[in-house]
Nanobody, 122 residues
Framework: QVQLVESGGGLVQAGGSLRLSCVTS???????MGWFRQAPGKEREFVAT???????YYANSVKGRATISRENAVNTVYLQMNSLKPEDTAVYYC?????????????????WGQGTQVTVSS
């Protein structure tokens, strides 16, 4: 059974930082991992992705403020977010894709976590 479990969300002031974690089980470490977010009334959007070997790619909206990383030995993916803005407020989802090449569309990710809420106050 595949499980992705996010944690680390919360309420933070603008300019602050958060580190989100996603622990996976039941899937190979060869999967590409990604973070997405969804704000109320908006579509789910891509945030960042990382391959097994550590190649990363970021959405322009978070580039320079976010760092995605993974520890394959403990089946965990992280998203460090700095200089948070109110517009970063959303539910953040961890996802896994079987595609080895770069994919950013949610439909290209096979497995999803339940999400963790991030709220940034101004």
């Amino acid at each position: 059974q595949v499980q992705l479990v996010e944690s680390g969300g919360g309420l933070v002031q603008a300019g602050g930082s958060l580190r989100l974690s996603c622990v996976t089980s039941g899937i190979s470490s060869s999967y590409r991992m990604g973070w997405f977010r969804q704000a109320p009334g908006k579509e789910r959007e891509f945030v960042a992705t990382i391959t097994r070997s550590g190649d990363t790619y970021y959405a322009n909206s978070v580039k320079g403020r976010a760092t995605i990383s993974r520890e394959n030995a403990v089946n965990t993916v992280y998203l460090q977010m700095n200089s948070l803005k109110p517009e970063d407020t959303a539910v953040y989802y961890c996802a896994a894709s079987g595609f080895s090449y770069l994919v950013v569309a949610p439909s290209m990710y096979n497995y999803w976590g339940q999400g963790t809420q991030v709220t940034v106050s101004s």
